[in-house]
């Protein structure tokens, strides 16, 4: 009960810092996406699903690897942060080998399921509201999971996974829906890259270090009984190797 109250309250922050921070808003015209502000979330759909000529399994590693670079430059840090503690979680975690994953799982969640997490926490969507802002307010749920399971190790975890968290855009009509993969490493803490698709085609993409050791993710099983503990149905497959 204390976890999942843990995670609605970082929840509603991480809703609030989303709203605040991370928007991006992408047209596409002429195939071509144009930026003309800031967005936030797209995701899931067809795994293997890409327009462009990477897929999303190779977009995650791209974003791993400058995780992975900043992670490994104290002065690229110094750049986010002074604090000694949060960067000597940084540091250490950078020790790690992430140049080939171990396995790599894909995560979504019902509407359903959210919506029985909202009610376990006495916590429901309201009736009046209409269908895209109900869609919009699940879309920010899936990017808030990862750091709720940063919560979960305390503050500091959270602020230290916070100063290596990159994002990027891109293109691929064929995602339909949000899908958060996770990455393990034999010698390296879990990877988490969260896409959400928008409009015309754009993706959202938000990646960032678990530096939760109660996190296990050796296998599909050990995912399964974390999410089941939250009260959040979860889909998951593998997807490499």
Same mark, same amino acid.
């Given at each position: ?23 991006? *808003? ?8 144009? $930026? &003309?502000?800031?967005? %936030? ?9 890409? +327009? ?6 190779? $977009? ?13 430059? %104290? ?23 992430? &140049?080939?994953? *171990?396995? #790599?799982?894909?995560?979504?969640? +019902? ?7 909202? &009610?376990?926490?006495? +916590? ?13 307010? /699940?879309? $920010?749920?899936?990017? +808030? ?20 968290? /990159? ?6 009509? %064929? /995602? ?12 390296? #803490? ?8 928008? %409009?015309?085609?754009? #993706? ?9 050791? &109660? ?22 497959? $593998? #997807?490499?190797?």
């Amino acid at each position: 009960m204390k976890k999942n109250k843990l995670f609605l309250v970082c929840t509603i922050l991480g809703l609030s810092a989303a709203a605040a921070g991370c928007q991006f *808003s992408w047209s596409v015209q002429s195939g071509q996406t144009e $930026r &003309s502000g800031r967005t %936030e979330q797209s995701g899931q759909a067809a795994h293997s699903g890409q +327009t462009d000529s990477m897929s999303l399994y190779d $977009r995650g590693l791209k974003l791993i690897s400058l995780i992975d670079e900043t992670m490994e430059n %104290e002065e690229v840090l110094q750049l986010y942060s002074t604090n000694p503690d949060f960067n000597a979680i940084v540091t250490q975690a950078g020790e790690g080998d992430f &140049s080939s994953p *171990s396995a #790599v799982y894909s995560l979504t969640f +019902t509407d359903t399921g959210i919506a029985e997490f909202l &009610s376990a926490n006495s +916590t429901t969507l309201p009736d009046n509201i209409s269908d895209e802002l109900r869609d919009n307010i /699940l879309s $920010r749920l899936y990017l +808030t999971i990862t750091n709720q399971i940063n919560a979960y190790a305390g503050s500091e975890a959270l602020t230290a996974a916070s100063i290596c968290t /990159l994002t990027d855009g891109f293109v691929n009509t %064929e /995602l339909s829906e949000p899908v958060i993969y996770i990455y393990t490493f034999n010698d390296a #803490v879990p990877m988490a890259v969260t896409f959400v698709p928008k %409009e015309d085609g754009a #993706v959202f993409s938000n990646a960032c270090p678990i530096f939760n050791d &109660s996190f296990q993710a050796d296998s599909q099983e050990e995912l399964e009984a974390f999410f089941n503990d939250l009260s959040m149905d979860v889909n998951i497959q $593998r #997807v490499r190797p």
